[in-house]
């Protein structure tokens, strides 16, 4: 079974927008804190954004505050992320991902993950 499905990933040139998605399984969505991370090639993946099981307190790493949105569609279980003023160093894949008990900007804290969908920001 697979819980976490992302999409909506593309090429958009920088200053542009995207929404990305990511469909939660329910045994996951209503539980667990979600969080988008991203992995640029050669590095480690890094947190983005998360956001609690309510739907409350989101966080977001520095470099995105003011130009992403992380949100919880609670109808659809979807997990969203809105990017606006996009610029070449947003490349990398984005990956949604739970955790029942942690919110934390260690990857390891996270127990599930989507396959990724990779954005692409030309300059």
């Known amino acids: 079974q697979v819980d976490l499905v992302e999409s909506g990933g593309g090429l958009v040139q920088a200053g542009g927008s995207l929404t990305i998605s990511c469909v939660v399984s329910?045994?996951?969505?209503?539980?667990?804190?979600l969080a988008w991370f991203r992995q640029r090639p050669g590095e480690r993946r890094a947190l983005v954004a998360d956001?609690?099981?309510?739907?409350?307190?989101?966080f977001y790493e520095d470099t995105v505050k003011g130009r992403f949105t992380i949100s919880r569609d609670n109808a659809k279980h979807t997990l969203i992320l809105q990017m606006n003023s996009l610029e070449p160093e947003d490349t990398a894949m984005y990956y949604c991902?739970?955790?029942?008990?942690?919110?934390?900007?260690?990857?390891?804290?996270?127990?599930?993950w989507g396959q990724g969908t990779q954005v692409t920001v030309s300059s």
């Open positions: 991902a739970a955790s029942r008990t942690f919110r934390s900007p260690s990857p390891s804290m996270y127990t599930d």
């Open positions: 329910e045994r996951i969505f209503s539980t667990y804190n």
């Open positions: 956001i609690g099981k309510f739907g409350d307190s989101p």
